[in-house]
């Protein structure tokens, strides 16, 4: 399945030093926790997303070693569970910084970086998830994303401007939605093959399966229909971005929306008011963004930008305005 999605200009920060303790300490002002990790064997996980630890083991197993300890402290802009891929950003950015403190250096790509982040994040506690996040964090910019194994990222010749980035403030269960969902469409996926045995989620026309989806339960083909519905929407969303057409992109960004709200049951009251609050404000479109039931959305208002963050603002979201900006670098 193709996605489109792009690094924006919210950040990880971790500001780092060599010292001579012999482990890695870590500070997190957010939480006041620090994190203590020990050089010379794999680190004991203390939970279930244990993202520090798990990344420093992903990249130890590549036989990375430091020929010292250092200290680090670890801030950001992102909003926290929030659908906006703040704990792919940590991992991305704490392997690049772990390779950039090792004996040799960082010699690995923005790409390889990116399949290591997926491992410490996703496999490593076997958890559900893509790697969309973990390419856009470490590759950056606009991406048009191959999701299907061994997945592959490209650069999209396009400007997407006017975004303003609403963050809804009601927390949300990223990983346990995202696990029923996938399991509703897998399911779904395995009774339509039966039905169907030449479906091909990637595709597969939709018209070619419909007399199929509606043998399904219910609760196995709306999901499904949907899935299938944005896989069309992407692929016209990147001719309207190729195209610079901002209002047709608009639409894409409310059919989109719907998709999610009603096939996927993703968005909530509050997420529905601040988009109507951004449309009546003039905004092109909208969407949810991340993983739904709570989080962020975003509102497409090339010159209006303002105005629609005022409006958003009034239904109690926190607001930012937001452009497309590169992965993770190294700053002085």
């Known amino acids: 399945m193709p996605v489109i999605a792009s690094a924006i200009n919210l950040r990880i920060h971790v500001r780092a030093a060599k010292d001579d303790v012999g482990r890695i300490r870590v500070y997190l002002p957010y939480s006041g926790e620090v994190v203590h990790i020990e050089l010379k064997a794999e680190a004991e996980y203390r939970n279930s997303r244990d993202y520090l630890r798990s990344a420093f083991n992903i990249v130890r197993r590549l036989g990375t070693t430091w020929n010292s300890g250092f200290h680090a ?11 906006v891929s703040s704990s792919s950003a940590l ?4 392997i690049r910084l772990l390779l950039e403190m090792s004996a040799d250096g960082c010699t690995l790509s923005s790409d390889e970086i990116a399949r290591l982040s997926y491992e410490a994040e996703v496999t490593e506690f076997q958890e559900s998830g893509g790697m969309m996040d973990h390419y856009c964090a470490a590759v950056g910019c606009l991406l048009e994303i191959d999701t299907r194994p061994p997945f592959k990222a490209s650069p999209l010749n396009a400007n997407l ?22 399991t509703l469409i897998a399911d779904g996926i395995r009774e339509l093959t039966e039905l169907h045995p030449d479906f091909d989620l990637a595709i597969t026309p939709l018209q070619d399966v419909e007399h199929a989806l509606n043998r399904l339960p219910t609760m196995n083909a709306v999901p499904l229909r949907a899935n299938l519905l944005n896989r069309d929407l992407t692929i016209k969303g990147r001719a309207a971005l190729s195209n610079n057409d901002q209002m047709t992109l608009g639409e ?3 059919a989109h929306h719907a998709q999610l709200r ?4 993703l968005s909530t009251t509050k997420i529905e008011r601040i988009l109507a609050a951004a449309m009546s404000a003039g905004a092109l479109g909208g969407k949810i963004n991340g993983s739904g039931g709570g989080g962020c959305l975003l509102a497409l208002a090339p010159g209006r930008e303002e105005q629609v963050a005022e409006a958003m603002r009034a239904e109690g979201a926190e607001v930012f305005l937001v452009h497309g900006d590169g992965g993770v670098r190294v700053e002085a």
């Open 73 to 83: 402290t670890i801030h950001g802009n992102i909003p926290i569970n929030a659908g």
């Open 91 to 94: 991992v991305v950015t704490w």
């Open 161 to 182: 401007t006017g975004i303003v980035l609403g963050n809804s403030m009601q927390p949300k269960a990223t990983v346990e939605t995202i696990r029923i969902v996938r």
């Open 252 to 254: 894409l960004f409310l």
């Open 262 to 265: 009603d096939g996927l049951g």
